[in-house]
Nanobody, 122 residues
Framework: QVQLVESGGGLVQAGGSLRLSCAAS????????MGWFRQAPGKEREFVAV???????DYADSVKGRFTISRDNAKNTVYLQMNSLKPEDTAVYYC????????????????WGQGTQVTVSS
């Protein structure tokens, strides 16, 4: 069982930056693929980024070049650095853990955090 707790959300002006953190419980954090998803009001939850246990990363096209995912296995924490934020980035951001490869699909993630709100004003 893995428990995930996100933090770092808030209100920021367009062009600003935020850093989200996701702290995980459990002794096998390094073996999980860790992903970030987001859900805007009235929309489906969508993939943002993933950092796999082997070290590979992937990003949604909408955030490439602006967002960076990283992880610290010693601290059981995954981060999402978000730069050049746009109003369309406004959403609840969720951290997720996958025992397997960690794809773009929500279905491949077994554990989810409660989410943290990010609001970008224009």
């Amino acid at each position: 069982q893995v428990q995930l707790v996100e933090s770092g959300g808030g209100l920021v002006q367009a062009g600003g930056s935020l850093r989200l953190s996701c702290a995980a419980s459990g002794r096998t954090f390094s073996s999980y693929a860790m992903g970030w998803f987001r859900q805007a009001p009235g929309k489906e939850r969508e993939f943002v980024a993933v950092f796999r246990s082997g070290g590979s990363t992937d990003y949604a096209d909408s955030v490439k070049g602006r967002f960076t995912i990283s992880r610290d296995n010693a601290k059981n924490t995954v981060y999402l650095q978000m730069n050049s934020l746009k109003p369309e980035d406004t959403a609840v951001y969720y951290c997720a853990a996958s025992r397997y490869y960690g794809t773009y699909s929500r279905a491949s993630y077994e554990y989810w955090g409660q989410g943290t709100q990010v609001t970008v004003s224009s």
